[in-house]
């Protein structure tokens, strides 16, 4: 395998993408995590090594993520097109979000965080897991799943010994010990699911994956938009409420300009509305459209057109964006502040657009002593070395250090640098305590309930 070309090199086992069940195929990241083990390397080599001759690809080392190998929005097609040819398993795609990459935005789907929670895992699944025909399925990237489907019990994050998040990139091998503790993360002692809303948006999930696995062409922007153009019609039945009618609109007018794709939150919404599958709306627009005389047996009526729960990581955004925007220090580059709180651009921007809008204004008119580009890299390497843990109690005069050493910054473009590291780390400090995220929160309730109520 340390050939250059591919006429030269050994193809890889020709292992075969398992499946539970229905719905329950393997996420090609847990694929790609069997496959280096079995090769004895680290994932981060494999993916090296398959983007060994693609002068397109991106860098190395992205594949960390496992959006990036699962998709819907990212580089996994190079991977995905480099596994295919190396194993000869010419239906890894099922494994991914290969059919959605153009009309479902990656809001959503777990990927890695770097502070709070990520991944997760059943315990019972990990309990009755055997080495040669377990897997970890495709469907557990959906951050709306709260259960297994296979076992009924509540999906967990933490260990329950030290209740530490275990990392996304963990190897096969070691997937189910604590990474902190080595205790199992495998139990018998699951709680099952209950909520009547949890239920059915598990089981809107697992259709919705178990048909994801039977396409092979992805599907076109164009019957999403058909969609929403004819329920903004809706030439024949009842007239749309007026917070749904808005929601409708401001889809359509998205999407009509490409401004985002609609997440599966969205299209959860939306088939919940009419009674219809998820995949229905992507494939018959005109069916899932059209006004149900008889609600579907499975519509659940209970889940509404209006601003989200704020549960974690997305809570924290508006706190952190609060905090930040309230204090004295520079603002941080706004993608910096996304990694941080582990999500994309894209997912702050559906979830709170007012404070996305706010913050990157503010970023954009504050003076700024150095480039955009350059202020990144500054912000990123400092997040990182506070992260590594072990710097003094005067950290910002040891980041200002930091900066002027590593990347040659000038005494004020580091002390700029160093004081929007600082606030973004006490904010992100500030917002890991529950009290201080419930005070915030019914400050702010008012606020989101007039939101729901006008349905803008």
Not at 184 to 207: C, T
Request: glycine letters at 8%.
């Amino acid at each position: 395998m340390r050939g250059k070309s591919r006429g030269l090199v050994t193809p890889l086992p020709p292992s075969p993408l398992r499946s539970g069940g229905p719905g329950l195929q393997e996420s090609l990241h847990h694929y790609a995590l069997r496959m280096a083990a079995q090769c004895c390397l680290t994932i981060r080599k494999l993916e090296e090594f398959l983007l060994r001759d693609d002068p397109r690809a991106p860098k190395a080392g992205n594949a960390i993520f496992p959006s990036s190998w699962i998709g819907p929005r990212s580089n996994f097609r190079s991977l995905l097109a480099a596994l295919e040819h190396d194993t000869g398993v010419h239906n890894l795609h099922t494994g991914t979000f290969h059919v959605l990459a153009d009309v479902m935005g990656r809001g959503g789907t777990r990927r890695r965080q770097i502070r709070g929670e990520g991944r997760v895992w059943c315990p019972a699944c990990y309990l009755d897991w055997d080495d040669p025909s377990s897997s970890e399925p495709l469907i557990w990237a959906f951050d709306m799943l709260t259960a297994c489907p296979n076992h009924g019990v509540q999906l967990e994050s933490r260990c329950s010994s030290c209740g530490v998040s275990q990392e996304f990139s963990a190897g096969y091998r070691h997937r189910r010990k604590c990474q902190r503790c080595q205790c199992s993360l495998a139990h018998g002692k699951g709680a099952r699911e209950s909520d009547k809303q949890a239920l059915w948006v598990n089981a809107a999930l697992l259709e919705f994956t178990t048909w994801i696995a039977t396409v092979d062409t992805p599907i076109t922007n164009e019957k999403y938009l058909e969609f929403l153009a004819e329920m903004r019609a809706r030439p024949n039945g009842e007239p749309l409420p007026p917070p749904i009618r808005g929601y409708i609109a401001m889809e359509y007018h998205r999407r009509a300009l490409k401004r985002s794709l609609p997440t599966v939150t969205t299209l959860l919404n939306l088939a919940a509305f009419q009674g219809v599958a998820i995949h229905e709306i992507l494939c018959h627009p005109s069916f899932a459209a059209s006004p149900r005389i008889v609600p579907g047996v499975a519509r659940f009526d209970g889940l509404l057109f209006r601003r989200r729960d704020l549960t974690r990581p997305h809570r924290r955004v508006v706190y952190v964006i609060d905090k930040l925007a309230s204090g004295a220090s520079p603002l941080p580059p706004p993608s910096v502040l996304w990694r941080e709180l582990g999500l994309w651009c894209d997912g702050v921007r559906d979830y709170c657009p007012l404070e996305h809008e706010s913050f990157t204004t503010r970023f954009r008119s504050q003076d700024r002593l150095l480039s955009v580009q350059r202020f990144k890299l500054g912000a990123t390497s400092c997040m990182r070395l506070l992260e590594k843990g072990g710097v003094p109690v005067d950290f910002k005069e040891s980041l200002i250090q930091h900066l002027v050493q590593r990347f040659d910054f000038n005494a004020a473009a580091a002390e700029q640098c160093a004081s929007a590291c600082a606030g973004l780390r006490e904010a992100l400090a500030l917002s890991e305590d529950e009290g201080e995220l419930l005070a915030f929160e019914t400050r702010r309730a008012h606020e989101v309930a007039q939101w729901a109520a006008n349905g803008s």
